[in-house]
């Protein structure tokens, strides 16, 4: 299975910050990768697929970048409701795999 | 507005077939742009991928279940739902659907997730 490693597993920031979140592939997954935030007890949301496309509808603050076996989410200016947990996920190669997620706290 | 909602038992018995069932609303389930999915996530743990199913009936099944796992839909009711034999504490967990896109490429990113239903496999 690919391992998806991702970090950090929890982060602190305030209202404002510039927030970044890494998720390393163990092989290449040829950037079918997506990004979701999950807030509790809610549906997660899609944020971005293809490493960098921005889902419809999602703030233009996120964004995501992908350098060989590395991926990054970015926040530019975290708003209030953007405390959540975020997971990436790898959809090149069965099984679908997922990063342990990242919970941003104030 | 696309919406999923799963529903089930919240308890299960040892050695006993959990059950779980997703409903689906705004969306047709036997559109072809798209195929349905179940992830579980265990207490304090990651998502775990169990497996799949496109509107043609075809399935795949995480190789760590799929001996004990069925995926199956119902057009008619605009429902898919989840099977999964001989259940242990191991299982316990949240149980999502979702669905994702799929074209000429393959399957790739969920759109649209349920909110997900615990499951506690307990005597």
Redo the contacts between chains.
């Keep these: 299975d690919v391992q998806m490693t991702q970090s950090p597993s929890t982060l602190s920031a305030s209202v404002g910050d510039r927030v970044t979140i890494t998720c390393r592939a163990s092989q290449s997954i040829s950037g079918?990768l997506?990004w979701?935030q999950h807030r509790p007890?809610?549906?997660?949301?899609?944020l971005i697929?293809?490493a960098s496309s921005l889902?419809s509808g999602v703030p233009s603050r996120f964004s995501g970048s992908e350098s060989g076996t590395g991926f990054t989410l970015t926040i530019s200016s975290l708003q209030p409701d953007d405390f959540a947990t975020y997971?990436c996920?790898q959809?090149n190669h069965?099984?679908?795999?997922?990063?342990?997620?990242t919970k941003v706290e104030i | 507005q696309m919406q999923l909602q799963e529903s089930g038992p919240g308890l299960v018995k040892p050695s006993q077939t959990l059950s779980l069932t997703c409903s689906v609303s705004g969306g047709s389930i036997s559109n072809g742009g798209y195929y349905w999915s179940w992830i579980r996530q265990h207490p304090g743990r990651g998502l775990e991928y169990i497996g799949n199913i496109y509107y043609s009936g075809s399935t795949y099944y995480n190789p760590s279940l799929k001996s004990r796992v069925t995926i199956s839909l119902d057009t008619s009711k605009n429902q898919l739902s989840l099977r999964l034999s001989s259940v242990t504490a191991a299982d316990t967990a949240v149980y999502y659907c979702a669905r994702g896109l799929s074209d000429r490429r393959g399957y790739h990113q969920f759109d649209y997730w349920g909110q997900g239903t615990l499951v506690t496999v307990s005597s």
Excluded at chain 1, 94 to 101: A, L, V
Aim: proline share 9%; no cysteine; net charge positive.
């Design positions: 079918y997506a979701y007890g809610k549906a997660p949301k899609l697929y293809e889902q997971y996920h959809y069965y099984p679908w795999t997922f990063g342990q997620g």
